[in-house]
């Protein structure tokens, strides 16, 4: 094959317009109730499709992430300011978001609107349908980790849009959070500078 052909192949932006065209059908189709569900159980099947994973100290787990080897760490590239902070340093849906918007305009409302939904039904902290599948994500790849046999727990931060919009966990919760992560709120602000999302691991009680 040729370095062109593979160069197309490599950078073709169809697949990544035609999951959001087709996300949107179901939407159409099924109201944003049934694409927040569909997004969740697509979340769920993604990570009971992976193996479970077992820990003996915190710090085996850090090393798994650090190394890119665990569960968490299989579609994002993560860092880890703190040993309960982690960051994803870039979406892995801001190529399809970008290409998306390059070729079709913008971002049609419904992926926003799911967003919301998830927001007020299960828990603050999406911006689009593309969090709603990450963030699901983290919550039941958690549930197949255990570290020194107890289970590990995610909460969402921040994250940050490709166009510069922010979401950041309520008021209320965000001082209880950002003592569990290990960071203030500068730091978090600092974080949010460079990076796509913040949000944080910690060991059950």
């Given amino acids: 094959m040729t370095q062109t052909r593979q160069t197309i192949i490599g950078s073709n932006p169809f697949v990544d317009v035609a999951a959001f065209l087709f996300l949107e059908d179901i939407a159409d189709k099924q109201g944003e109730a049934g694409m927040n569900n569909y997004l969740i159980s697509l979340a769920s099947s993604l990570a009971k499709s ?12 850090l090393d798994a992430i650090k190394r890119g080897e ?36 913008e971002l049609a409302q419904v992926h926003f609107n799911v967003a919301e939904y998830y927001n ?28 020194e046999g107890k289970s590990v727990r995610y909460s969402q931060l921040s994250n940050v849009l490709f166009n510069g919009t922010h979401k950041v966990a309520p008021e209320e919760w965000l001082p209880i959070l950002l003592e569990k992560s290990g960071i203030s709120k500068t730091k978090l602000n600092m974080l949010q500078r460079s990076n796509d999302c913040i949000w944080m691991l910690y060991s059950e009680d």
């Avoid at 992976?50 to 787990?61: H, K, Q, S």
């Avoid at 860092?79 to 305009?105: A, H, S």
Wanted: proline share 5%; with cysteine; hydrophobic share 30%.
């Fill in 50 to 61: 992976m193996p479970a994973e077992e820990y003996n100290t915190w710090e085996e787990f």
């Fill in 70 to 105: 665990s569960i968490l760490t299989t579609f994002e590239s993560t860092i880890t300011p703190t040993d309960n902070c982690m960051v994803t340093t870039t979406c892995p849906f801001t190529k399809g978001l970008k290409e998306y918007t390059k070729r079709i305009g």
């Fill in 120 to 147: 007020h039904n299960v828990k603050p902290g999406a911006l689009t349908t593309c969090c709603v599948i990450c963030q699901s994500f983290r919550n039941f790849a958690c549930e197949r980790i255990k570290v």
